[in-house]
């Protein structure tokens, strides 16, 4: 929707792996998001960019960090990934206070 | 800590009947909106209702503001199947600009 794309949909990995999510949009937005979302929990906001090389951190960020080189991709990398990073990650894009547009979602999982 | 909470959690009713969530929030806003998400996909933004608007309608639904009780309702007429999923709700928590934060939101179930 919205000409978002998140890849991988699925991942199974191991604690202490590295884990980058990608999330590539192609309507030339200028924000771009990082929510995960567990149960009892809704929606929370690990990180967002406000522009190429732009980015600050939202209400869960510890243990996460992101890049944004190109104002289309902006990555999500987990350095040494921990089971209570399982969850299913979206990205989500906007122009300022506009309404957010998501992607549907990485499942991710860590053993 | 969540801005926006969903009251009920869950409601299951019948297909042809109203369905209504609440939500109440913290923080002054200047907007407060609502999502929904079917099964295994990303939110799709519903309707937008500024700080200063009281009542707005799109469509089956219809959504209203109080910012004095800090709450607001979102009411689905005639509900069909197709609308079982989950609703949210969603605030800029006074920032004015593009950072939302969402409410745990309420599961819809509508019977055939």
């Known amino acids: 929707d919205a000409g978002i794309t998140q890849s991988p949909r699925h991942k199974v990995t191991e604690t202490g792996t590295p884990v980058t999510l990608r999330c590539h949009q192609t309507?030339?937005?200028?924000?771009m998001y990082w929510y995960r979302q567990d149960p009892g929990h809704g929606l929370r906001l690990i990180h967002y960019?406000?522009?190429?090389?732009?980015?600050d951190k939202g209400e869960v960020s510890d243990g996460y960090s992101v890049s944004r080189s190109k104002t289309e991709d902006f990555l999500l990398t987990l350095e040494s990934a921990t089971s209570s990073q399982t969850s299913v990650y979206f990205c989500?894009?906007?122009?300022?206070?506009?309404?957010?547009?998501f992607g549907d979602g990485t499942r991710l999982s860590i053993l | 800590s969540q801005q926006g909470e969903e009251d009920p959690q869950a409601l299951s009713i019948q297909e042809g009947e109203n369905a209504t969530m609440n939500c109440s929030y913290k923080t002054s806003i200047n907007n407060l909106q609502w999502y929904r998400q079917n099964s295994g996909r990303g939110l799709v933004h519903l309707i937008l209702i500024r700080s200063n608007e009281r009542e707005k309608h799109s469509g089956r639904l219809r959504v209203t503001l109080d910012t004095s009780k800090k709450s607001s309702s979102l009411l689905i007429t005639a509900s069909r199947a197709a609308d079982t999923a989950s609703y949210f709700c969603a605030t800029d928590a006074g920032t004015g600009g593009f950072k939302t934060i969402f409410g745990a939101g309420t599961r819809l179930f509508v019977k055939a």
């Open positions: 309507e030339n937005h200028r924000y």
């Open positions: 960019s406000y522009g190429v090389k732009d980015t």
């Open positions: 989500a894009i906007s122009e300022s206070d506009q309404p957010q547009h």
